[in-house]
C-alpha cells in the first residue's frame, strides 16, 4: 500500500499547506484573544488596588487634617474641662451628672 508520489499534484500539495498555515494562523489568533483577555482583566486588578490604595491615603490625610484643625480650634475649650474636672465637682453637681447619664442610658 504505496503511495505513489507520481500521483500527488502540485494542487494537492498547495492547499494542504495553506490549510496548515490557516490553522496555525487561527490558533495565533486565539493565543492572541486569550492574552488579550487575561492581560485586559490584570491591569483592571492592577488599576483596582491603586485606586484603592491612593483612596484609603487621601482618606486618612484628611480625616487626619479634620482632627487637626477641629483640635486647632477648641483647644483652649478642651483644656478648660479638663481643668474644671481636675478641680472637682460638689457632690450635688456629681449627683445630677449621674442622673442625667442614667436617664440617657435608659431611654
Known amino acids: 500500500m504505496c503511495v505513489d508520489l507520481t500521483q500527488i499534484k502540485l494542487w ?19 493565543a492572541l484573544i486569550l492574552g488579550g483577555v ?15 490604595k491612593t483612596s484609603e ?3 486618612r490625610k484628611t480625616a487626619e487634617e479634620a482632627a487637626n484643625i477641629y483640635v486647632q480650634e477648641n483647644l ?5 474641662e479638663y481643668v ?15 442622673e442625667a447619664e442614667a436617664d440617657e442610658n435608659n431611654q
Open 38 to 52: 487575561f492581560a485586559f482583566i490584570e491591569v483592571r486588578r492592577r488599576a483596582e488596588d491603586v485606586a484603592r
Open 12 to 30: 494537492d500539495v498547495f492547499s494542504w499547506t495553506i490549510s496548515l498555515a490557516a490553522l496555525m494562523i487561527s490558533i495565533l489568533g486565539v
Open 57 to 59: 491615603k487621601v482618606a
Open 84 to 98: 474644671n474636672l481636675m478641680q472637682g465637682t460638689s457632690d450635688v453637681e456629681a449627683n445630677q451628672i449621674a
Open 76 to 80: 483652649q475649650a478642651i483644656l478648660q
